[in-house]
């Protein structure tokens, strides 16, 4: 798994759950690209964690490879949805890719064979509810 916001030293309840999984998470991110102070920063990360995650995809190397968060840094232009679209062709066959995040491009929705768009009804967070440790992280 490719993480491209999550800040690096990060430490979650997902994360943990991997790591006793054996399952490698590979983080690379400033945080959310709405509290990036440094947007130059986050840029180079994310086309760092993009050349990471294409290198991979292309070594066949992996059954299944997750690009988490993935359209924020195509939809802030960082990284070229024409690219990953056309690793996303050349991935060796039987391999399969997931891709998450809001708002993804229709373009990647339209190559891709299950979408899902889950939508927030309520969240506690309107309610003036901080993230929970255990909960939210």
Same mark, same amino acid.
């Given at each position: 798994?490719?993480? !491209?916001?999550?800040? #690096?030293?990060?430490? /979650?309840?997902?994360?943990?759950? =991997?790591? &006793?999984?054996?399952?490698?998470? +590979?983080?690379?991110?400033?945080? !959310?690209?709405?509290? #990036?102070?440094?947007? /130059?920063?986050?840029?180079?990360? =994310?086309? &760092?964690?993009?050349?990471?995650? +294409?290198?991979?995809?292309?070594?066949?190397?992996?059954?299944?490879?997750?690009?988490?968060?993935?359209?924020?840094?195509?939809?802030?232009?960082?990284?070229?949805?024409?690219?990953?679209?056309?690793?996303?062709?050349?991935?060796?066959?039987?391999?399969?890719?997931?891709?998450?995040?809001?708002?993804?491009?229709?373009?990647?929705?339209?190559?891709?064979?299950?979408?899902?768009?889950?939508?927030?009804?309520?969240?506690?967070?309107?309610?003036?509810?901080?993230?929970?440790?255990?909960?939210?992280?």
């Amino acid at each position: 798994m490719f993480q !491209f916001i999550k800040n #690096t030293g990060l430490d /979650t309840g997902e994360h943990r759950a =991997a790591k &006793e999984l054996g399952l490698d998470i +590979r983080l690379l991110g400033t945080g !959310f690209t709405w509290d #990036t102070k440094d947007q /130059t920063k986050a840029k180079a990360l =994310a086309v &760092e964690q993009w050349y990471h995650c +294409r290198k991979a995809i292309l070594s066949g190397q992996f059954d299944m490879i997750v690009m988490d968060e993935v359209s924020y840094p195509i939809n802030c232009e960082w990284i070229l949805l024409s690219e990953v679209m056309d690793t996303i062709r050349c991935r060796p066959e039987g391999m399969h890719l997931l891709l998450t995040g809001r708002d993804m491009p229709q373009p990647l929705k339209d190559m891709g064979d299950l979408i899902t768009e889950m939508t927030e009804i309520k969240h506690p967070y309107q309610q003036g509810i901080k993230a929970r440790k255990g909960i939210e992280f």
